[in-house]
């Protein structure tokens, strides 16, 4: 059974290495349905670790921490719909300017404070988020074969922020589905000049959007910096915003396929993690930096037109505005 006890812990690494990219992908899947191009989830993920390592540092208690990862992501998510919807301006330069503010303000700003050329000291005891360990996980490993062991190991034992992005997921799904406002979201996308014929703000829509992005940017950098590490780290997001955009066009703007995508992505990650230092038969020892790589090789051979044919919203990256 040593097998299957190695796929539990590569299925576990999976799921953890999965959520910062569950979490930016859902991000960018509610700009973009809104019609707002964004990408700068790596910025804002980038700028929601390192406050929410501060505010957990200065405070003691991960949730704050996790409040103030929100609330620094979510502003910088309102500067980008300031340029983008507000001014109209260029939705991709803005976007860089995210990304480039929240690299340089947070090395800046951590040296400054903490002189540890840009990291946070350790996160210890509360300042971190602890593993929840569901109920029956101990009985289920001993009692019922093999689903016992994955739902110990896998299923149970993660941090607070990675249960909370799986419910992002569920209810990303049903409100742009089911809800009023996941119509008029969707609508605002397709064609805002309808949604401003029916009187509704296609301003107010696509802001509520942009700040629901910082929202789960907020969560998915909050989880990077006080849950799967223990404190902040200088470009510590190493991609996964632009990873999240590949896995939002390889799901084609859907929830659900978007959750598949990352899940696929974390796993190349975790089996790249496992393989470092093994020696393969006829190839022997692989380099690291090619094992390394593996998730973004991916990445690239998907948008090379490996995916289908993925349609965004017709009016995505497209400033509206109000004809009189």
């Known amino acids: 059974m040593e097998w299957l006890q190695t796929l539990a812990v590569v299925l576990d690494s999976m799921v953890r290495l999965s959520i910062p990219l569950i979490c930016a992908a859902l991000a960018g899947l509610w700009s973009e349905k809104a019609g707002v191009v964004d990408i700068g989830l790596e910025g804002k993920m980038l700028i929601a670790a390192f406050a929410a390592a501060v505010a957990a540092l200065a405070t003691g208690s991960a949730w704050v921490g996790l409040g103030a990862g929100i609330l620094a992501s979510v502003l910088l998510a309102l500067l980008h719909g300031f340029a983008a919807i507000t001014w109209r301006g260029n939705q991709i330069v803005s976007g860089v300017a995210i990304n480039m ?156 396929p978007a959750l598949g995508a990352c899940l696929l992505f974390g796993l190349l990650d975790a089996v790249a993690i496992r393989l470092q230092g093994v020696t393969l038969p006829g190839i022997g020892l692989v380099p690291v930096e090619a094992i390394q790589a593996l998730p973004y090789l991916m990445t690239i051979i998907l948008l090379a037109g490996f995916i289908g044919r993925a349609t965004p919203p017709k009016a995505s990256g497209i400033p509206y505005v109000k004809e009189r």
């Open 101 to 256: 503010l929240a690299a340089g303000l947070t090395v800046v700003l951590g040296n400054a404070w903490y002189g540890q050329g840009g990291r946070t000291p350790p996160l210890e005891g509360a300042a971190r988020f602890g593993e929840l360990s569901l109920p029956f996980g101990p009985w289920a490993r001993e009692h019922v074969p093999v689903l016992g062991l994955l739902y110990d190991e896998v299923v149970s034992g993660h941090a607070a922020p990675a249960y909370l992005a799986f419910l992002c997921v569920l209810a990303t799904a049903l409100v742009l589905r089911r809800s009023r406002f996941g119509l008029r979201i969707r609508a605002v996308g397709e064609n805002p000049a309808a949604v401003d014929t029916a009187g509704i703000s296609v301003a107010g829509l696509r802001y509520a959007a942009v700040a629901i992005c910082g929202l789960l940017c907020g969560i998915g950098g909050t989880y990077l910096a006080v849950a799967q590490s223990a404190g902040f780290l200088p470009q510590m997001t190493a991609g996964r915003g632009f990873i999240a955009l590949a896995a939002v066009i390889f799901a084609n703007w859907r929830p659900w």
